[in-house]
């Protein structure tokens, strides 16, 4: 056989081996695409989902809610498949548009009513008061800040004015009717009426606060965890603030007392 007839032969099984690949391929990867949806399809599981964003405190119902098909390996821990066991259940936190609901995010089963008494942690009480709406902030003490309540009374006989700090770190559950903040950051809500998270000593104070004098609030730093304790302001101790040197030193200069002794005089200053 002559070179030529070699190389013809070798050329022409190397064509056949070529199409007989590529139609092995071609058959692999066409029996791919037919199982790769039933695959997919077997590997998804039903989640309950929020339809729209919701607030804390509200209470499910079938409107607001949906089911979404999400991936096994990215379905939430404990994520309901069914809409029927949330029916009723309240909500202890916000949830966001398509979030997944799980228990975690729910209220204790017990609580079949929404509002403010499904935002009270175990142990406290929810007290309302009316707060000065100007020095309360005029409006920016939102839903899940902290704040000092100070009160302005009078005590004893002569009914002396007192400005104290009386709670501390205290736990802004609403204002007003509001139970969540607002939509946009910064908005303010023009409200006297706040409800605090208080346990029942602490909502005695608040209460004798409330009855005997004027309440004002002072927002804290969420960060800031720090115990402030004070002695109160009185009339002398607040008009002594901030008083010049000056004037300190020339009402010291203005005592000063003459002493006659037999035939001498000398003077002596306090």
Known sequence: ?????????????????????????????????RVAPAASADATVPVVVAKTDLGRGVRLTGEMIEVRKFTADSAPSGAFADPQELAGRVLNQPVGRGDALTP?????????????????????????????SVMGLSGFVRPG?????????????????????????????????QLSPPDKDGEAASVDVYTLELTPEESERLALAATRGTLNF?????????????????????LAALRPQAARAASRQASKVEVIMGGTRSSVKF
């Open 218 to 238: 002072a927002l804290r730093n969420e960060q800031d965890k720090e115990r402030v304790l004070t002695s109160g302001s009185t009339v002398p101790k607040t």
């Open 145 to 177: 800040d902290r704040v000092d309540v100070i009160v302005s009374m009078t005590q004893g006989k002569d009914e002396e004015p007192v400005t104290k700090l009386v709670l501390e770190q205290i736990k802004v559950i609403a204002t007003g009717t």
């Open 1 to 33: 056989m002559s070179k030529s007839t070699r190389a013809l032969v070798q050329i022409g099984l190397s064509l056949v081996l070529a199409v007989v690949a590529g139609a092995l391929i071609f058959n692999w990867a066409s029996s791919v695409k």
């Open 104 to 132: 975690l995010k729910l209220a204790d089963e017990s609580v079949i009513g929404g509002g403010v008494s499904a935002l009270i942690e175990p142990g406290k009480r929810a007290m309302a008061v009316k707060g000065n």
